[in-house]
């Protein structure tokens, strides 16, 4: 680990693609000195659940996670890196992937409720619908819930998110130019859905509820969050939110600086 290093970030991901590369520009963007490490696992998270049942029930204090992983991949010499390797947070990074068929809402409750703590048993961080809602929005002026609802034909699969998404345009797709001022603009957007789901008095005080962007996202409640994300999927409604870039809050200066010379130098992207 680097002297300067605080942390030392375990993030066990579904897909080798696109979460990689969307943590680890998050990480870069922000010039975090801290360390990390990525686990692809290449499972989505019914298909994780679905072991993790098999093996511990629904019994997740028995769940030593490093171990449990290392199982799952196939490269020996990641396994062992894996193992060998001491942690200060982990992060478990899945899309909800509402059009599978073994969506097992119970499940998915108990597994937001345990996994709530990075530095401690691990911090559940799901995407809705999937890791592409980071730039689903309207960049141009985004300024309400309505712009965040995902139709019921895209939820359940008959039309592609990925071509759903697409009509927001480019200029968010390529990671890889995306700034710390971007950055921390798309986590504001995040957020605010997210309050909107949970907190009805943030329709109100939207502007008020950024002005510490780190606190308000440290104080988001994943599990209520789900639980509202699961009511309006059973209404053939659903709010596009991507909770995995909330974890840069636990550097909260480093946030609200770069967040706040967004909005006074109109860099990023215009919210209101």
């Known amino acids: 680990m680097n002297r300067a290093s605080e ?3 375990l993030l066990i991901v579904e897909g080798a693609k696109r979460e990689p590369q969307l943590m680890g520009r998050l990480f870069e963007s922000f010039s975090l000195a801290d360390d990390y490490q990525i686990v692809p696992i290449e499972i989505n998270v019914h298909d994780f659940l679905n072991k993790l049942f098999q093996e511990y029930g629904c019994d997740f204090e028995a769940v030593d996670l490093k171990p ?3 199982e799952l991949l196939s490269n ?14 982990t992060l478990l990074i899945f899309d909800l992937d509402p059009q599978d068929n073994r969506l097992d809402f119970k499940r998915l409750e108990l597994m937001q409720d345990y996994y709530c703590d990075s530095t401690d048993m691990g911090q ?24 965040a609802l995902v139709p019921s034909d895209v939820i359940f699969g008959q039309r592609s998110y990925k071509e759903w998404v697409a009509r927001r345009g480019d200029s968010l797709a390529d990671i890889d130019r995306i700034d710390g001022y971007t950055f921390a603009c798309i986590v504001a957007v995040h957020a605010l859905r997210s309050l909107w789901l949970t907190d009805e008095q943030v329709t109100q005080n939207a502007k008020e509820s950024l002005v510490d962007l ?3 996202v440290m104080n988001i409640n994943h599990s209520e969050l789900l639980l509202n994300e699961i009511d309006h999927l059973n209404n053939d409604s659903f709010c596009a939110c991507c909770t995995c870039l909330f974890f840069i809050a636990n550097w909260p200066k480093r946030l609200n600086d770069v967040w706040h010379k967004a909005v006074m130098r109109g860099l990023g992207i215009r919210l209101f």
């Open 68 to 70: 449990f992983v290392a």
């Open 124 to 147: 559940l961080y799901l995407s809705y619908p999937s890791i592409e809602a980071y730039r689903d929005f309207d960049t141009f002026g985004y300024s309400s819930l309505d712009d």
């Open 76 to 89: 020996e010499k990641a396994a062992a890196q894996l193992l060998e390797s001491n942690f200060t947070d």
């Open 7 to 9: 942390k030392n970030v």
């Open 214 to 216: 780190a606190g308000t």
